[in-house]
């Protein structure tokens, strides 16, 4: 599996004539799992979306291995093997779970199969029939998660993955990103649950009102916690 990296630098980002982002930069090396942590409205979202080529106006660059993508489509983007879970999820409301996961077009073959797919989040494989709007909140999100892994994508993008999730689903959905990462995959992931996100992730990018403030590598998230709780307001 070809591995991703994902370098960002003075990126903007606007909604109409609204300045959104203000000079994001921040690295995603191959293999790592990097988290965008930060209260609501600072602009998290919006970076993902800008990665993807989901806002329209853009500057600055997003260097997925070295290719400058800023003025790239959505598509094309993931056609390099590029792969985003919106905190909506995105899940189809007529089609069953198996037709949802066979949806999205591979990029390549080397994706998860729906064997290994199942073994990972067996409740799929117990409602593979029911229709989209028949999932727990929970199991949504293991669809969302799973129908990405099989499309042979090596960079995800997860949007607040655990967000209103009851613990075990959390735990579940815990070990499905150590899984992709033991299997090299590269992840950026927004998170509001810092006590989830600091046991996966290398390193946490703080952002407030568009910008990035902090980098706070793993081995640095306890002796420096009180800032954090004043970064997130926690």
Excluded at 50 to 69: F, Y
């Amino acid at each position: 599996m070809a591995e991703l990296s994902l370098a960002i630098s003075d990126l903007h980002a606007f909604y109409g004539d609204s300045h959104v982002l203000h000079g994001v930069t921040l690295d995603v090396p191959a293999g790592e799992v990097v988290t965008i942590v930060g209260r609501n409205g600072a602009g998290k979202t919006t970076t993902l979306r800008s990665i993807m080529g989901m806002i329209e106006k853009r500057t600055g660059s997003i260097n997925i291995c070295g290719q400058n993508v800023i003025a790239a489509p959505p598509e094309k983007i993931a056609r390099l093997g590029v792969a985003y879970v919106p905190e909506e999820r995105g899940i189809y409301a007529t089609l069953d779970v198996t037709e949802n996961l066979l949806l999205p077009r591979k990029v390549n073959d080397r994706g998860m199969s729906l064997e290994k797919i199942y073994e990972l989040f067996p409740n799929l494989h117990m409602r593979g029939h029911s229709q989209g709007t028949r999932l727990s909140g929970g199991e949504q999100q293991m669809l969302a998660i799973a129908r990405v892994l099989r499309t042979g994508s090596s960079l995800f993008l997860l949007d607040e993955p655990t967000e209103g999730l009851a613990p075990v689903i959390v735990q579940q959905i815990g070990k499905a990103i150590a899984l992709m990462k033991s299997q090299g995959h590269t992840i950026l992931l927004v998170e509001q649950n810092f006590r989830f996100a600091s046991k996966i992730t290398d390193r946490h990018y703080v952002m407030e009102r568009g910008r990035v403030i902090d980098m706070i590598p793993r081995a640095d998230v306890e002796k420096r916690a009180g800032q954090i709780q004043q970064y997130l307001g926690i």
